[in-house]
């Protein structure tokens, strides 16, 4: 698929990309890439199944459990500020 100066100007609009004023590169990539899709179009996936994951393992979830922790003082210890049991942090909403 043949791709113009125009289509490369608003490509890198519509995604931000910083391209120079010599559209030649970029509209050889946009070539390139547009025929790989081409390709794809080729293949025959009318017997293909959809999938709806590719993996067909199911997770195993273990159940959460307690390990440690109802000690304040230890975890506050190496804490750079703390005030009333609770970490000191700077404000981030004003």
Do not use: H, W
């Not at 391209?19 to 070539?31: A, G, L, M, Q």
């Not at 393992?57 to 230890?74: P, T």
Request: glycine share 4%.
């Amino acid at each position: 698929m043949k791709v113009d100066n125009e289509t490369v100007k608003k490509i890198a609009f519509l995604s931000r990309l910083n391209v120079d004023e010599d559209f030649e590169n970029t509209k050889n990539d946009f070539e390139n890439i547009l025929g790989l899709i081409e390709q794809f179009s080729e293949v025959d996936t009318k017997n293909a199944a959809p999938l709806v994951s590719v993996n067909d393992n199911n997770l195993i979830c273990r159940e959460d459990k307690v390990m440690e922790g109802g000690d304040a003082e230890k975890i506050l210890s190496n804490a750079p500020a703390k005030e009333f049991g609770y970490f000191v942090v700077p404000k981030v909403v004003e």
